[in-house]
């Protein structure tokens, strides 16, 4: 008796209370058991309002006032057909959910939105209990398992919690302070007694080191304290430190999870069944049609798995994509081809001084001769150029005397055209030799393929001011000043035999004779070419634009960027395409109303139209391309800007 409560009889009302939920929640189990009661996937209810990005205005009864294909002045409403099969205006009721178990969604720049309701019977939800749902998603050739929903039972959430106290008792349990295990008192009087200088030091700062406390004393303090120290205590708290693993799992036989879950929610008085809207971004592939989506899960009494829930029957996404609104006729180039071409290199051939000859060991000669060398090679055997000839100019930095250095230049000039042409003339023989072309004794002309002669001219450059204008600009060495005197230096004498006098003047002159004036002296080589086979001068021809369709692929394979990157330069209806998948509405829209109107067109414009908010144009737009290509009716249902149009107005009833 308490306070004058009769406390056996409220343990009994406890006794039977506890005993009546247990049954219940027993007898529920043994019904969710035997009729294999499953969560159910549901699609989101579609009379909900559109995404952000795609809203449109919300009129209940509305009347468009558009003009058809043929020109017809046409009303439409937002209305039903009645049993009488009259249009009459009228608001639709929003479901709950819809029973259907697929539904097309639209990829937008390269996403996809995948949204779906996940439902629960009201049987299956206990205080006890924890519900953990886990969607998985089946791709082409992969699945993947989706964030779980946990739905968590109010009891079962306070043995949680219960649990991680029980555990943080536990741990408070745990000496941190290893001086508590030490027997202070006993300490004191030992050190009182036996070592009275030491105990002195109890009130002193100073420090002394465990080496000369144990030369004074003949005992170390570790061994003092270690003496004097409980070491059953240290022994039980260093088996309660190793424990805390496996005390942790006793007491939270269901740890609550932070990460990795889409949604914990905690259902304290459940009066009817759980709904949770899922919504998933998958990025798209070009092979990615469709995804579907079923749930499992279990069901929980902390550390006991009571119920294995069966996998729901899959709800199917059909993935729409502007990607397959593309063109894909291929585009072609307007290509002239000329019979003659030409090829131009220089090289830099060092010569002595004063000196025309060519030496091949001189300097960097074995690079830059080597260099020139393969060119005239890979000319004179190429399949498609047959090689006419080459002229060759040779350059003159410009100290000395103008006419010295023209005279000199053409020399080294007619040098090159001669060493090159001995070797031209070497590697034509073997290329005949070695494509089988040989002497007729009884006709005395070769026979077989026959490559021409190659004609060498050769030309003075003079001395190669324009490159030293260049250099001189460019070298970050020369101060601007130096850079100034030099351009009017330029400007003031015309005569170069007086200009050349003149910058020797300069503070700077020797640093440019000595650096930049033994760039000049370069051997230019002129190549002139023509096609084999090629009688006529120029062929007018067309090739295909493979920029333009890498551009293309890049809208089929959905990376919408690098298509407009590749396709802006033309602004046609691939770049329109490109532009909508971006949702770049205006840009796209300022193309579309400069190209002919067909069924596509009209269509991409419906589309924007229909993202600005101008209904009446989106539907004349929709109507027209429907007109002129009946796909589009179907087309219409899988991309939400005109599927939202299509439901508000009954556009297809009569098509």
């Not at 779906?116 to 953990?132: A, C, G, I, N, Y």
């Not at 021409?452 to 970050?476: C, H, K, T, Y």
């Not at 960027?561 to 046609?572: F, H, I, T, V």
């Not at 991409?604 to 737009?621: M, N, P």
């Amino acid at each position: 008796m308490i306070n004058g409560i009769n406390t056996s009889g409220l343990a009994a009302v406890l006794a039977v209370a506890i005993s009546a939920t247990s049954c219940g929640t027993s007898q529920k189990l043994r019904d969710i058991q035997k009729t294999e009661m499953k969560a159910g996937l549901s699609l989101p209810d579609q009379n909900r309002a559109a995404p952000p990005e795609f809203t449109l205005p919300d009129t209940p009864r509305d009347t468009l006032r558009i003009v058809d294909f043929e020109g017809h002045r046409t009303l439409i409403m937002n209305a039903v057909r009645d049993v009488d099969g009259e249009m009459v205006a009228t608001d639709r009721l929003a479901a709950s959910y819809i029973t259907a178990r697929f539904l097309n969604v639209a990829e937008r720049n390269g996403k996809v939105d995948i949204e779906f309701q996940v439902h629960v019977p009201e049987r299956m939800m206990d205080s006890k209990w924890q519900l953990r749902l886990e969607p998985d998603m089946f791709l082409p050739g992969d699945s993947l398992r989706l964030d779980p929903v946990y739905i968590t039972g109010s009891r079962y959430r306070k043995a949680q919690l219960r649990g991680y106290e029980q555990y943080r008792r536990f741990l408070s349990s745990i000496v941190t302070d290893t001086t508590l295990f030490i027997n202070k008192h006993d300490l004191e009087v030992f050190l009182e007694r036996n070592i009275p200088k030491l105990y002195a030091l109890k009130n002193d700062s100073t420090f002394v080191s465990d080496e000369a406390f144990a030369s004074m004393y003949g005992v170390t303090e570790q061994e003092a304290v270690r003496h004097y120290t409980y070491g059953f205590l240290v022994r039980r708290n260093k088996r309660r430190i190793m424990m805390k693993g496996a005390m942790f799992r006793k007491y939270v036989k269901s740890p609550i999870v932070s990460e990795g879950i889409r949604l914990d929610t905690v259902i304290r008085d459940p009066d009817g069944g759980f709904a949770y809207n899922y919504i998933q971004t998958v990025n798209t592939t070009p092979e990615l049609k469709k995804v579907d989506i079923c749930i499992s899960g279990e069901i929980r009494e902390q550390d006991k798995q009571l119920y294995t829930i069966p996998r729901s029957e899959p709800l199917t996404f059909y993935i729409s994509s502007l990607s397959s609104l593309a063109d894909n006729t291929e585009k072609y180039l307007k290509k002239v081809i000329s019979r003659r071409v030409e090829a131009n290199t220089a090289c830099y051939i060092e010569f002595r001084q004063g000196k025309a000859a060519i030496d091949p060991e001189l300097g960097h000669n074995p690079e830059e001769i080597g260099r020139i060398k393969n060119n005239i090679r890979s000319l004179i055997a190429n399949e498609e150029f047959e090689l006419d000839s080459i002229t060759i100019a040779a350059f003159a930095s410009p100290e000395g005397a103008v006419r010295a250095n023209d005279y000199l230049s053409e020399k080294r000039a007619a040098s090159a055209g001669e060493y090159f042409g001995k070797f031209a003339a070497a590697v034509r023989d073997s290329v005949m030799k070695d494509a089988g072309a040989f002497i007729s004794l009884d006709e005395s002309r070769p026979t077989g393929p026959e490559i021409p002669r190659i004609f060498f001219n050769s030309r003075s450059g003079g001395e190669n001011w324009g490159m030293l204008d260049a250099l001189v600009e460019q070298d970050p060495l020369l101060a601007q000043s130096v850079k100034d005197y030099y351009r009017e230096t330029a400007e003031k004498h015309k005569d170069l035999d007086a200009r050349e006098k003149a910058l020797t003047a300069s503070s700077s002159y020797k640093y440019m004779r000595e650096h930049l004036y033994p760039r000049l002296r370069i051997v230019k080589f002129d190549f002139f070419l023509h096609r084999k086979g090629m009688l006529r001068d120029t062929i007018h021809t067309t090739e295909p634009d493979t920029a333009y369709m890498r551009g293309v692929q890049c809208i089929r394979d959905r990376e919408y960027k690098n298509a407009l990157k590749l396709l802006r330069p033309y602004s046609d209806y691939n770049t329109a395409v490109a532009l909508i998948a971006l949702d770049r509405n205006t840009s796209a829209m300022e193309i579309l109303s400069g190209l002919p109107k067909n069924a596509r067109t009209d269509y991409l414009k419906a589309i924007v139209y229909s993202r600005q908010g101008d209904e009446r144009s989106a539907v004349e737009h929709y109507i027209h391309a429907c007109s002129q290509d009946g796909s589009f009716i179907h087309r219409g249902r899988l991309d939400p800007e005109i599927s939202e149009l299509i439901k508000k107005y009954d556009l297809n009833s009569d098509m």
